[in-house]
C-alpha cells in the first residue's frame, strides 16, 4: 500500500511535468529539450527556500513558479526567433547551462552535494508528513494543473497554439503576433513544471543537480510522446505506463542498481519505434 | 480611389530582381489580373504585398493614404489585405471549422487566453462553410479533405477576413467546373460589395470573364497593362508566353 | 605570459578531437539534413571498446583502436540501415529523426552504462609518465601530438576523396540534392550508408582520443555531440572545411576562455557561442546566408 502511494505520488510529479511539457511540444509544435531545467528551478527554489531559510512550503512553492516563469521567459525569448533544428539544438544547449548553474553555484546550490533536508509542507498547522497527506496534494496540484491546461487548450489561445504548430508563417498573415503566442505558451508551461519541482523536492527530501540533466527532459519528453501530442489525457498516460514500469522492475527482483538505467535503455528504445511505426503515440492528435 | 498601389516596388534574391522597379495602380471595388510567364514574379509580388517577403525597395500605397516601406505579415490585416496560397497552406492537422474559427478569433495574446468562440462565431463560420458546401465537413481534418475543397476552404478562410483587398494566388488552379463556378460567384459577390481583388491566374478564358482590368509582368517588370481583351491582343504579351 | 604557449597548444588538441566529430557531423547532416545525437553515443562506444579489449582484455592497443574504430562505424551505419532509412522512406520530418536519434541515443548510452558502470574510466594508465615534447615552451605528450596529426589528415584525407574520387563526386550529389542524385542514378541509400559509415568511425575515434587524452564515462556523448554542433554550426553547417574550422575555433575560445572563468563553466562558453551563433549567425562563418 505504502509502495502503491509512493508510485502515485511520483506519477503526480511527472504528469505535472509532461501536460506542461504537450503545451509546448503536442499544441504548439516546439520540440523542447530543456523541461528539466524548469523543473529543477521549481525543485531548488523550494530546496533552498524551505533547508537553508526556513521558508515555508507554499512560499517557496510559488517564489519558484515566479522564477521558472522568468526563466522560460527569457529562454523563450532567445529562442523563439529559432525554428526547427536549431531551437532544439538551442534548448539542449540551455538545459546544459542551467544544469552547469546548479552544479557550479557553490554558494546558492552546495552543487554536487545538494541539498538535503528538505521538510514536508505544513498548511494551517497540519504537517503533510505522511505519505497518504502528500499524494492528496500532489494529486491536488495536479487536478489544478490539468484543468488549467485544458482551459487554455480549448480558449481561442490553444486553437491560435495548434495553427502555429501547423504553419506558423501563414498564420502571421492572418493577423497573429507568433512570437508573443509562443513566448507565452513557454512561460505557462515553464511555470507549470515547476510545481512538479516543488513537489519533487518536498517528497524525496534531496535534490541535487543529476535529476535535471538533459536526460530528464528526454524523459519527460519521451513521456509526452508515448502518451500522445496534443492530448492531455495521453500525457497522464504515458507518465503512468513510464513511472510504473521500472518500480514494476524492481518489483519484480530486478537489482535496482541498474532498474534505472534498464529504465533509460527502454524508453530510449521506445522513442525510436514510436518514431517509427507510431509517431502520434498512443492516442496523440498530431504527428511530428 | 486607388485601394493598392505600388510605386517602383523591388525585391531580390541574392541579387536577382524577382520584382523589378514595378509601379502598378489597383483600382477600388474592381477585379484586377496579374499574368505573365512562369517566374514573371506574380507571387512575389503576392508574397511581398502580404509581408511574407520582406521589400527591397520602393513603395506600397493603401487606400492613398498610408504609405509603406516595410510591411509586417501580422500587420496586414489591419491594412484590410487577406489572401491565399498558390501552394495550398492550411492548417493541416486542425478541423475544418477551426481553420475558420481560428481567423475569427481574438489575436491579442492575453485576451485569447480568456476568450472562447462563441454561438455569433460559429454562424459566421457556418454561413461561409455552407456557400462552398463545407458546412457538413466541418469536422474533418483538413489534410483529409480533396483537393479541390481543400481550395475551397482557403478561399472561405480568406472571406473571413472581411477584408477590403483579396490577394488570390491561382485560385481556380485544379478545380473541376462546378467548383470554379462557386469561386467566380465568390468573387462578383465580393465585387459588388465593392471590395477589391487582385487575381493570379492562368486561364485566359477566365480572366477575360473576370477581369476588370490587367498586369501583365514579365521577368519582374511590368510588360503591358490595360483592359483584358485589349493587352491580351498584344504582340509583346504573347511573345513572351510563348518564349517561355 | 608563458602560459600563452600552453594554452595553444591545449586549443589545438582540443580543436583536433573537434574537428573529428565535425567531419563526421556534416559529412552526415549534409546528406540527411537533421540534427543527429547518435555520434555522441558512438564516440562512447569507440572508447569503451578500447578500454574493454585494451584494458578489461589486456589486447594489443593498435587492435583495440581499430576495433573500437569500426566498431562504432557499424553501430552507426545500423543505426542508418535500422531506423533512419526507414523514417526516409516515410519521409518523416527533421524532428521526428532527431527524436529517433535521441531514443537511440538514450538506449545505447544505457546499455553502456548497464555494462561498464557509470564510473568515470581511464584507458592509458595515467601513473606511466608519457613520453612528452616541447615547443615553444609549451609541453604536450606523444598521444596529443598523435590527435592533431590525426585530425590533420583525416581533414586532408576526406577533403580529397569529396573532391577526387567518383564516390566524393556522390557524396557531394546526394548532399545536395538527393532526389535529383536518384533520378540520375545514383543509389542513394548506399551512398548515405557510406557516409554514416564514415561519420561513425570518425566518432568512434574522437571518442578513444578522448578516452586517451582524459577519460571516458557512459555520458560522455552528450557534451561531444553539443560541442560538435556548435563548432559546425560556428563554421557553417554541412559544411567540411566550416567544421574544420569552427572546431578549432571552439578549441582557442575555450581554452582562452577559462582564463578568466574557471574550468568548469567551460560548457557555459561554448553554449553561449552556440545560441549566439543560433540567434546572429546561423549559416556559420563558411556558409552563404540563405
Known sequence: MDYLIHLLILFAIYAILSLSLNLVMGYTGLLSVTHAAFFGIGAYATGILMAHAGFGFFTSLIIGIVLSGILSFIIGAILSRLSGDYFVLGTIGLNYLVLAVFTNWYDLTRGPLGIAGIPKPSLFGVSFFQNNYFLILSLAFLVITFFISRFIVNSSFGRALKA??????TLQVFGYNIFSYKLAIFTISGALAAIGGSLFASYITFINPASFDVMQSVFILAIVVLGGLGNLKGSLLGALI??????????????????????????????????????????????? | MKAIETKNLKKHFDG????????????????????????????????????????????????????????????????GITRTFQTIRLFEQMTVLDNIL??????????????????????????????VNLWEKKNDLAVNLSYGQRKLLEIVRALAMKAEIYLFDEPFAGLFPEMR??????????????????????????????SDYVFVMDSGKLLAEGKPEEVLKRKEVIEAYLGD | ?????????????????????????????GATRFVNMVPGVLAAIGGY??????????????????????????????????????LRRNKASNLVSFVASLGIFTMLQAVISILFTSQFQSILDVTQSPTTYEIFGATFTWIQGLIFITAIVAFIGLALVLKKTGFGKAVRAVSDDEEVSKIIGINTDKIISWIFFIGSCLAGLSGIFIGFDTGIRPTMGLVIVLEGATASIIGGIGNIYGGFLGAFLLGFVENFGILKISGEWKPAISFGLLVLFLLFKPEGIMNKKK
Open chain 3, 1 to 29: 605570459m608563458d602560459i600563452i604557449p600552453q594554452i595553444i597548444v591545449n586549443s589545438l588538441i582540443a580543436g583536433s578531437i573537434y574537428s573529428l566529430v565535425t567531419l563526421g557531423f556534416n559529412l552526415v547532416y
Open chain 2, 102 to 131: 481560428v481567423v475569427l478569433t481574438e489575436r491579442q495574446v492575453f485576451k485569447a487566453i480568456f476568450d472562447k468562440h462563441t454561438n455569433y462565431h460559429l454562424k459566421i463560420a457556418e454561413e461561409l462553410l455552407k456557400k
Open chain 2, 181 to 210: 463556378k462557386i469561386v467566380v460567384s465568390v468573387m462578383e459577390e465580393l465585387k459588388k460589395e465593392g471590395k477589391t481583388i487582385i487575381l493570379i491566374e492562368h486561364d485566359m478564358g477566365l480572366i477575360r470573364e473576370l
Open chain 2, 16 to 79: 536577382v530582381y524577382a520584382v523589378d522597379d514595378l509601379s502598378i495602380k489597383i483600382e477600388k471595388g474592381t477585379i484586377t489580373s496579374i499574368i505573365g510567364p512562369n517566374g514573371s514574379g506574380k507571387t512575389t509580388l503576392i508574397n511581398t504585398l502580404s509581408g511574407m517577403l520582406e521589400m527591397d525597395g520602393g513603395l506600397v500605397v493603401i487606400e492613398e493614404s498610408q504609405k509603406l516601406t516595410k510591411i509586417k505579415p501580422h500587420e496586414t490585416p489591419a491594412f
Open chain 1, 164 to 169: 502555429i504548430r501547423e504553419d506558423q508563417k
Open chain 3, 49 to 86: 571498446t578500447v578500454y574493454y579489449l585494451f584494458n578489461q582484455l589486456g589486447s594489443n592497443l593498435y587492435l583495440s583502436i581499430i576495433a573500437g574504430i569500426l566498431i562504432a562505424g557499424i553501430f552507426g551505419y545500423l543505426s542508418d540501415h535500422l531506423v533512419f532509412r526507414k
Open chain 1, 242 to 288: 513510464l513511472v510504473a514500469f521500472p518500480e514494476f522492475l524492481r518489483f519484480i527482483g530486478f537489482p535496482s542498481e541498474i532498474a534505472a538505467q534498464t529504465r533509460q535503455a527502454i524508453y530510449g528504445l521506445l522513442l525510436v519505434v514510436l518514431m517509427l511505426y507510431r509517431p502520434q503515440g498512443l492516442i496523440g492528435k498530431y504527428k511530428l
